[in-house]
C-alpha cells in the first residue's frame, strides 16, 4: 500500500479519477470538445474579418473597429481559455503532489518561474507561427530545458 501523506479520502478519490482521466482518451472529451470550439470559433472569426484574396462573409471593412474588435475578442477568449485551464491543472496537480497519485519526476509544476516560462514560450511559439516558422521551434526546447523527456 503507497504512504498518501494524510491525504483525506476524496483527495485520494479525486487523484485517482485525474489519472484514470489523463491515461484515457475517451474520458478527455472536455478538452477535445474546447479545443474543437476554439478551432471552429478561429474558422468564424477569419471567415468574418475575411482576407485579401477572401472578402468579410458579413461585409466588414478591412483593418476597421469590427475588424479589430472581432479579433481582440477572439484573442481576449483564448487568454480566458489558457487562464481556466492553467488553474484547473493547477488544482489537479496539487491534489496529485498531495496524495503522490499519479506522479512522476518530469512533471511540469504550474507555478512561479515554470509558468512564466511556459507562457513565454507560447507567446514566442505564437510568433514564430505567424512568421511562418513552426511554434514547436520555440516551445519545445523550453519543454526540454525544464526537463520534461522528449
Known amino acids: 500500500m503507497m504512504d498518501y501523506n494524510q491525504a483525506s479520502a476524496n483527495e485520494i478519490a479525486a487523484a485517482e479519477k485525474i489519472v484514470e482521466r489523463e491515461r484515457s482518451n475517451l474520458l478527455n472529451w472536455r ?30 471593412a478591412k483593418c476597421g473597429t469590427l475588424d479589430w474588435g472581432l479579433f481582440m475578442g477572439f484573442i481576449l477568449i483564448n487568454i480566458a481559455v489558457f487562464y481556466t485551464q492553467v488553474v484547473r ?19 511540469i509544476e504550474f507555478s512561479g518561474n515554470s509558468l512564466m516560462k ?27 530545458g525544464m526537463g520534461v523527456q522528449p
Do not use: W, Y
Open 31 to 60: 478538452v477535445h470538445l474546447l479545443c474543437t470550439i476554439l478551432l471552429a470559433l478561429a474558422f468564424v472569426v477569419n471567415m468574418m474579418r475575411g482576407s485579401s484574396k477572401n472578402p468579410s462573409i458579413i461585409n466588414i
Open 118 to 144: 511556459l507562457v513565454l514560450a507560447s507567446i514566442g511559439g505564437g510568433f514564430a507561427g505567424a512568421v511562418g516558422l513552426g511554434g514547436g521551434v520555440v516551445f519545445n526546447p523550453v519543454l526540454i
Open 89 to 107: 491543472v493547477q488544482k489537479e496537480e496539487q491534489i496529485k503532489k498531495v496524495t503522490k497519485i499519479g506522479t512522476c519526476k518530469t512533471d
